[in-house]
């Protein structure tokens, strides 16, 4: 067959991989001139196990992370070497907890506690590790974490460097004999002809592509847009932010023997860092400062900022995060700025309002994955980067299995 994927992240490029070593024909269309351009390496890399969900009263997002965790490195190691993988993966994850925390501690503690169990029954049963690691240990208290005002405990959670995943997993598109990709190729809808499909753009003067066995919308921001023009409108009120967070390159340069643990502030608007030893760069975001620009429409807008404006949003971002990891206060205090970067991208999620209401849908992410429009044409809602690998590989084998 040939098979139309539309958006080469992380979702898109498995789907490709998966269909075309099952021997199939693969075009990628994708609007960047590069693939993994987008949020999947705009992200943080956090293979979450669910402890920063601890606002879920039902556990179902633990439960379905956990799970798409677990399957994150078998899945994505079929097209990389482990090599490559053990390479980009990020010391544990620390959680502090502020006593300005959304939840009590108590709730927490417990909540990590069940998340824990709950691991350790699904490695039993699926038989697999988390990132390789070894037999887990238990989340404890660090009594010297030496923030006032902050409660700390180390957790088993890590995260990847994802550009440490998309290198060579460009390297196995670009390689592989029956995916070819299209670039600057913006798709506007999918169109159903005869038993087959045609993808459209934008551009006025492109002509429709296909025909088309099967296609799958991976283009995760402009998703639903590209679905609700080709007659499938999606349900429900989705939430879109725009978030970014600020690369510090040369890390150990800057910030000698002083870089901090790998830590996520929950439960409420705070923020994470996370050292990348693969690439000596320090990831930090802030809520309050990285989180610009939402919207409950289908209208994104990409915030544009100048470096004038990158440069106070960098300072206000390390700042923030001195509130829990204190070295990034002196980040903030240099008369001449570090090499670094803004990194952002959209966040989709269904919802009609922030992190800081109790009642937000965003405190549930479980039910994210591949949909079925029509015969032939599938829409991947990814959810989450650590989830993009199974709902991939999910679309591939569900959508083959009705031809
Ligand atoms: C700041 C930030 C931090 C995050 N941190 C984490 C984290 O730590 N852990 C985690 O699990 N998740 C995290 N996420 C979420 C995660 O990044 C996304 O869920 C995931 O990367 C989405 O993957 P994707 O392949 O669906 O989308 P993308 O990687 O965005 O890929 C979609 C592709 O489709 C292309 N495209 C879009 N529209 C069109 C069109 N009309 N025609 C053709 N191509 C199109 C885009 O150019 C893009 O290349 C974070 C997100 C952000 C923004």
């Known amino acids: 067959m040939h098979i139309a994927v539309i958006g080469a992240g992380l979702t898109g490029c498995i789907t490709a991989l998966g269909f075309a070593d099952r021997g199939h024909r693969v075009t990628i269309f994708e609007r960047a001139s590069r693939l993994l351009s987008r949020a999947s390496t705009a992200n943080e890399g956090k293979i979450h196990l669910g402890y920063v969900y601890s606002a879920d009263p039902s556990f179902h997002t633990a439960e379905r992370l956990i799970d798409d965790a677990l399957l994150f490195r078998p899945l994505v190691e079929r097209w990389i070497s482990a090599a490559d993988f053990t390479a980009s993966v990020c010391d544990p994850f620390v959680y502090a907890v502020p006593t300005t925390s959304a939840l009590p501690l108590a709730a927490i503690t417990g909540h990590f506690a069940r998340v824990d169990a709950r691991i350790r029954i699904r490695m039993e049963e699926l038989g697999l590790t988390y990132l390789g690691q070894p037999a887990p240990e238990d989340f404890r208290p660090l009594p010297d974490f030496g923030v006032d005002g902050v409660s700390g405990f180390l957790t088993q959670e890590r995260a990847v460097w994802p550009q440490g995943i998309s290198k060579p997993l460009t390297r196995a598109i670009e390689r592989h004999p029956r995916i070819e990709v299209s670039f600057t190729a913006e798709v ?5 002809k005869g038993e087959k499909w045609r993808v459209g753009f934008t551009r006025a003067d492109a002509k429709d592509d296909g025909p088309f066995d099967i296609v799958v919308n991976a283009a995760w921001a402009d998703r639903r847009n590209i679905d609700r023009r080709s ?3 999606s349900v429900g009120t989705w939430f879109t932010r725009y978030k970014f967070g600020v690369v510090l390159h040369h890390a ?15 439960s409420g608007p705070f923020g994470d860092c996370v050292y990348y030893p693969a690439n000596d760069s320090l990831y930090a975001s802030w809520y ?7 919207t409950t429409t289908d209208q994104l807008e990409q915030p544009v900022f100048s470096p004038a404006d990158a440069q106070d949003l960098m300072s206000r971002t390390w700042q923030g995060c001195a509130s829990f990891a204190p070295a990034l206060g002196t980040l903030a205090a240099l008369a001449t700025p570090p090499a670094a970067d803004l990194v952002g991208d959209f966040i989709i999620a269904k919802g009609r309002s922030d992190i800081h209401d109790p009642e937000s849908g965003l405190h549930q992410r479980s039910d994210h994955g591949p949909a079925r429009l029509a015969r032939g ?3 991947i809602e990814t959810g989450k980067y650590v989830s993009a690998p199974r709902c991939a590989m999910e679309c591939v084998e569900r959508s083959l299995a009705e031809f």
């Open 288 to 294: 309050p400062v990285g989180m610009c620009f939402s």
């Open 231 to 233: 007659g499938h409108p």
């Open 377 to 379: 044409y599938w829409s």
């Open 252 to 266: 150990s340069q800057h910030l000698p023997n002083a870089i901090p643990q790998n830590i996520t502030a929950t």
């Open 188 to 192: 506007d809808r999918v169109v159903e």
